[in-house]
């Protein structure tokens, strides 16, 4: 019995002063350090409703249910998959079954979170030659030349131990020149990482390539034990870059950039205990 109360205290023990500290003392994860860091939030901030005006050339792929309003011209049809060449990261993330709109002349149209009173949208513009690293599942849309669509490479990291923490072996990298709309609870911010930033892993959305990412534990031991904190935070370094995260990560949501990682994995082994 003393050993089933004291073994969840022992594992989070073992988390918090051996196995983070050591995390945090390997290298960072560098993905593209050659892409420039650019990144800029349209309109400086997040809404409720956002404008997005669609210039001739270029297409809009949105979930229907976040076309809030739009022109009567234009082209509107199925785009099946965001990115045929990652059909089951489209899948995954829900980015199937996408609204196409094309326009011959420039249009506007309002993109809003119409079923998510809690959520607002920001429009991420990537220039060319910059890159954002993100995980699909906060994507709601994306603009693009039409015919082109945005350019997404893979880079695993099966070395890392910031990746096997967190349980993220792949990295997904979105090319610009993209326009990519997003969702976030209460908001969307951006922030330079410059010297060293660290955030909660549930409000993460993304970062730019060229900066480093590693795992910081939470600043205190008692705050990780009583469960008012998660073990371990996003830790963003480098002045040339940016990181993006929601204002508030909707109550239950996972941690981390896929889940809690190792973390979660000891809290569902302990379950099956009782604990």
């Known amino acids: ?10 594992i989070k023990a073992v988390f918090y002063f051996w196995l983070a500290p050591l995390a945090a003392r390997r290298p960072a994860i560098r993905l593209l350090p050659e892409t420039t860091g650019d990144l800029v939030l349209e309109m400086g901030r997040s809404a409720v409703s956002m404008p997005v005006l669609l210039e ?10 976040f076309l ?13 998959l965001l990115n045929s060449n990652f059909p089951l990261t489209s899948l995954a993330s829900g980015m199937v079954a996408l609204t196409r709109i094309r326009t011959r002349t420039p249009e506007q149209f309002v993109i809003s979170a119409t079923k998510d009173p809690f959520s607002e949208v920001g429009i991420l513009s990537l ?15 994306v603009v693009q030349p039409t015919g082109s669509p945005v350019r997404i490479t893979s880079h695993w990291r ?20 993209a326009r990519l709309i997003v969702q976030g609870g209460r908001g ?14 549930a409000a993460t959305i993304g970062f730019t390539a060229n900066l480093a990412y590693s795992t910081r534990r939470c600043e205190t031991f ?4 009583l469960g008012r904190q998660e073990l371990l935070n996003d ?20 941690t981390g950039m896929t889940g809690r990682g190792l973390e979660g994995l000891s809290d569902s082994l302990l379950k099956v205990f009782g604990n």
């Open 222 to 225: 008692s705050a990780y034990w």
């Open 188 to 201: 969307v911010r951006i922030e330079r990482a410059d010297a060293g930033r660290s955030i909660n892993q």
């Open 158 to 177: 099966l070395t890392s131990l910031h990746a096997w923490l967190t349980l993220q072996l792949r990295y997904l990298a979105f090319h610009g020149p």
């Open 235 to 254: 830790s963003f370094k480098g002045a040339q870059g940016f990181f993006v995260y929601e204002e508030t990560p909707h109550p239950g949501k996972k």
């Open 127 to 141: 220039p060319e030659g910059a890159a954002l690293v993100m995980q699909p599942h906060n994507l709601v849309g």
């Open 68 to 80: 809030q309003s739009s022109s009567d011209r234009g082209e509107k049809d199925t785009c099946w």
């Open 1 to 10: 019995l003393l050993g089933i109360i004291l073994t969840p205290t022992a």
């Open 56 to 65: 001739a050339g270029h297409e809009l792929l949105v979930h229907a249910e």
